[in-house]
């Protein structure tokens, strides 16, 4: 019996139409000019995202810090969530590439107000970094695929660009958001300078993100690109996979939401498992209690019945539906957790 892998949305196969589009690409050197499959794929991505261009780069992390080097110089500051990617995943980047530092506010699963950030702003005085960039991520991962309400998002976007702060958003995840609330992309964009969004998580192509915004910026990220050794070469190959994507994979997302609220329901009716929080797209988080173990013990206890998913943290587990689970897999992962919830330690 095959492994259902709900470990990341990361995990997903190129499928063969995505294989031959790849295999038929159009591809010249990017780095000595452009290569007509990757202009393709940044055109339609700036159209999508309400922006002027884009550019694509081997991953979501280079694309975010691409952005801080963008929006900052060293002893600036970026305003965060405390639970997000550029804080926690990323190895510190805007401090150990951009000289930048990071003041964390706490969100309620990931998700920020805007009077949160009122009082961020530091003081025009030599004791204090200088207060540069916001930003936000939607939807949020760590927060259990949280999406960001529009009109706090907004207000949030308002205020920074009203304090003369710049704004950047970390879509890695960006089209999920769209899928659960019908809100289109370039809406969530619009009050953000910069925009990243991921092509190798829910819509399932093996690598690439893009980096949307002003001409001009992008012209700029294009050499920090370059700098940190993201000038590719024959890049269509990817750009082929990435705009198969787009035009594919992403109406289905639904589908990967359903099958969230299928785990959701078998996980809310066991007493000793809690939803925490909810599951509002595809990433779906849930506390083990105690007498069942540790959420590492309830992770083998599932991989022994052929389902893999991660600790995210000491009682916490953490399910990931993508385009490569189907109905019957969710079905089988379903029984799964009934049955490792009925096994004690
Ligand atoms: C919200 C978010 N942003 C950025 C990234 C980074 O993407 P990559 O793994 O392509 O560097 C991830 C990866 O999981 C993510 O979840």
């Avoid at 999406?147 to 949030?156: R, S």
Wanted: proline residues 4%; neutral net charge.
């Amino acid at each position: 019996m095959a492994m259902i892998d709900l470990r990341s949305d990361t995990v997903t196969q190129p499928s063969t139409e995505m294989r031959r589009a790849m295999a038929e690409a159009e591809v010249a050197d990017d780095v000595l000019g452009t290569d007509p499959t990757a202009d393709r794929l940044q055109q339609a991505v700036a159209d999508l995202l309400g922006k002027e261009a884009a550019l694509l780069v081997p991953s979501g992390t280079m694309a975010n810090q691409i952005a801080v080097k963008l929006h900052c110089q060293p002893g600036d500051e970026l305003v965060c969530e405390a639970g997000c990617h550029i804080y926690n995943y990323e190895q510190g980047g805007f401090a150990q590439l951009s000289g930048v530092a990071a003041r964390p506010l706490e969100g309620r699963y990931g998700v920020l107000r805007a009077e949160q950030f009122h009082d961020t702003i530091r003081p025009d005085n030599e004791h204090f970094v200088r207060t540069r960039l916001v930003a936000i991520e939607n939807t949020h991962n760590r927060g259990g695929g949280t999406i960001q309400p529009l009109e706090q998002v907004d207000a949030i976007c308002q205020w920074a660009h009203q304090h003369g702060l710049a704004t950047h958003l970390d879509g890695a995840r960006l089209p999920h958001a769209t899928a659960a609330t019908g809100i289109e992309l370039h809406r969530w964009c619009q009050g953000f300078d910069t925009v990243s969004i991921c092509f190798s998580k829910g819509l399932g192509a093996p690598i690439g993100s893009a980096l949307a915004g002003t001409r001009q910026a992008i012209a700029r990220a294009r050499r920090i690109r370059k700098l940190l050794g993201g000038g590719m070469r024959q890049v269509g190959i990817i750009a082929a996979a990435a705009l198969h994507a787009l035009q594919h994979h992403r109406q289905r997302l639904v589908e990967d939401h359903q099958h969230a609220q299928m785990l959701a329901q078998t996980i809310a009716d066991i007493d000793t498992l809690e939803l925490d929080p909810p599951p509002q797209t595809n990433i779906v988080v849930f506390r083990v209690s105690p007498e069942l173990g540790t959420a590492a013990q309830f992770v083998q206890r599932l991989a022994a019945e052929q389902v893999a998913c991660l600790a995210f943290g000491p009682q916490h587990v953490r399910m990931v539906t993508h385009l490569d689970v189907d109905r019957a897999a969710i079905e089988r992962a379903r029984q799964a957790i009934q049955r490792a919830a009925t096994r004690r330690t």
